[in-house]
């Protein structure tokens, strides 16, 4: 569940050369030595046969059946002689680990591709959403960058180590999660839960991250080093019941909606972590002087600026505004069912996104001193599905070789992100686990044009599924391979 930086201004870059002032390559993991380069070329007709063969299984979540993803990547595996081990609370939605094993020197390395996709609309597909279709260089379908292609460069990197028999100080561990998009209960926390010996490592790799291109060209990367967490919260408003034509002052609904008014023009206080500060300076640092002295003023200590930045942030790039803060948006409003009738309750969802270390309970007595209303209760609705931890470290091994491959692959410069959204990482995270968000470069411009995750549509540029092959294999054997 991803939304790469959908909120940021475009024009804005159109004259920004970047490159230019990057610094340029070094010399990638083992390229004195053959074997532990492939061939890429020849490796590239395998990559697109299996993201096609994954894309064009309809794992549509809700239901999932994520088990015919399971069962193709299984085959897969013997026919490598990976070995590899299913685990479900439900046949339909299993889950599939396949381990490489290392000398055992190094802690294990993790890396995951959940197998769900989120709901089509197929009506408004150019293609149909489950059939890969090549077009002009893109492959579109449904789960394209949400999440085969992280599930298809984790494959082909177990795949390629094991072919090439790279000698490794660690084990790698591939997990191919079901129910990402709203059931982790079948897959991440299942796993956590009763299986977490198969799947125990030092670091981990999933979605989240990503590089920006902009105009055609790779700009910057991100990785996702930590996440907001998911916490709903519902404004019940309460009153009499009564006959319709014998208005009331306390019409529930009355009551509902100018809290939820309150409540939607309420912006929570702005907050940052490490990862969200050096991902606002960094920026900044290399983004076009209008637009970088936004980033620099919402950094300011003088609040009179840093507002002036929020407000515009607010208008023009709302992402970066939730990254500032806990976010609320209502997003469902109920009450009444008939028009003479006065309803007793009525009551609206708030989606809150808690920063990482927001506390919970100090937030919902916020939104209650906000509201100010007695007739309406402010509560959480049950308990949250996504636990806290901390962030990933960004003076970590696997942030330097993230770092060092983005350079050399992209020639682009990495910022750590914090994503708005949540991701399977968050109960790892919580066991202690450090864990990173990567993915393939995208074109900022394909969001807005409906090619986003989620979007209506889906796509990938082939060329950049490749890149981002390379990019995981060559980020892996950096940190997995003997030294
Ligand atoms: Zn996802």
């Not at 609309?121 to 890969?132: G, H, N, T």
């Not at 702005?270 to 500060?277: D, L, P, S, V």
């Not at 990938?460 to 060559?474: C, D, G, I, K, T």
Request: glycine share 8%; hydrophobic share 40%; aromatic share 8%.
């Amino acid at each position: 569940m991803r939304a790469r930086l959908q909120g940021l201004g475009l024009r804005a870059w159109g004259f920004a050369c970047l490159a230019a002032t990057l610094s340029a390559q070094a010399a990638p993991p083992g390229s004195g030595s053959v074997r532990l380069q492939p061939d890429w070329p020849t490796v590239e007709t395998e990559i697109l046969r299996h993201y096609q063969a994954v894309l064009r299984l309809d794992t549509t979540n809700p239901p999932g059946n994520e088990h015919i993803a399971v069962e193709y990547l299984k085959q897969v595996f013997d026919a490598e002689g990976i070995p590899s081990q299913v685990f479900a609370l439900d046949p339909n939605r299993s889950n599939i680990v396949a381990r490489l094993k290392g000398s055992g020197r190094k802690r294990p390395l993790l890396i995951m591709g959940h197998t769900d996709d989120v709901t089509v609309d197929a009506s408004k597909w150019k293609f149909p959403p489950f059939s890969a279709t090549r077009d002009g260089g893109y492959v579109y379908a449904r789960g394209a960058i949400d999440d085969k292609d992280n599930l298809t460069a984790g494959l082909m990197t177990l795949v390629m180590l094991k072919r090439l028999n790279v000698p490794l100080d660690r084990d790698v561990i591939f997990l191919a999660e079901s129910g990402e998009e709203g059931n982790s209960n079948f897959g991440i926390q299942f796993m956590v839960a009763q299986h977490f010996d198969q799947i125990d490592a030092e670091y981990c790799f999933a979605e989240g991250g990503g590089v920006t291109r902009i105009g055609g060209e790779a700009r910057f990367a991100t990785v996702q080093a930590t996440e907001k967490i998911p916490r709903g919260i519902e404004l019940v408003a309460h009153g009499i019941s009564g006959h319709g034509s014998i208005p009331l002052k306390s019409n529930a609904i009355v009551h509902l909606a100018s809290a939820v008014a309150k409540v939607g023009d309420w912006r929570p206080d702005i907050r940052f972590n490490e990862t969200t500060g050096r991902y606002f300076r960094g920026l900044a640092a290399i983004s076009p002087p209008d637009v970088a002295a936004r980033y620099r003023d919402v950094l300011s200590a003088d609040p009179k600026v840093r507002a002036a930045a929020d407000d515009w942030l607010v208008e023009h790039e709302p992402q970066h505004a939730s990254m500032l803060r806990t976010s609320v948006s209502p997003n469902i409003f109920a009450g009444g069912y008939r028009s003479n009738v006065i309803p007793s309750e009525a009551k609206a969802t708030l989606d809150v996104r808690m920063l990482p270390d927001e506390d919970p309970a100090r937030f919902l007595e916020q939104v209650a001193r906000v509201v100010n209303d007695p007739a309406v209760e402010v509560r959480f609705p049950s308990q949250n599905t996504r636990p806290p931890g901390a962030a990933a470290r960004l003076d970590s091994e696997p942030f330097t070789a993230i770092e060092a491959a983005n350079r050399r692959i992209y020639n682009v410069t990495t910022l750590p992100t914090m994503s708005t959204f949540a991701t399977d990482m968050a109960q790892l995270r919580a066991k202690g686990m450090q864990c990173y968000g990567i993915g393939p470069a995208v074109d900022l411009e394909d969001g807005p044009k409906g090619f986003g995750m989620h979007s209506d549509q889906e796509r990938l540029l082939e060329s950049e599924l490749y890149r981002f092959v390379r990019f995981n294999y060559e980020v892996v054997v950096d940190l997995a391979r003997a030294k």
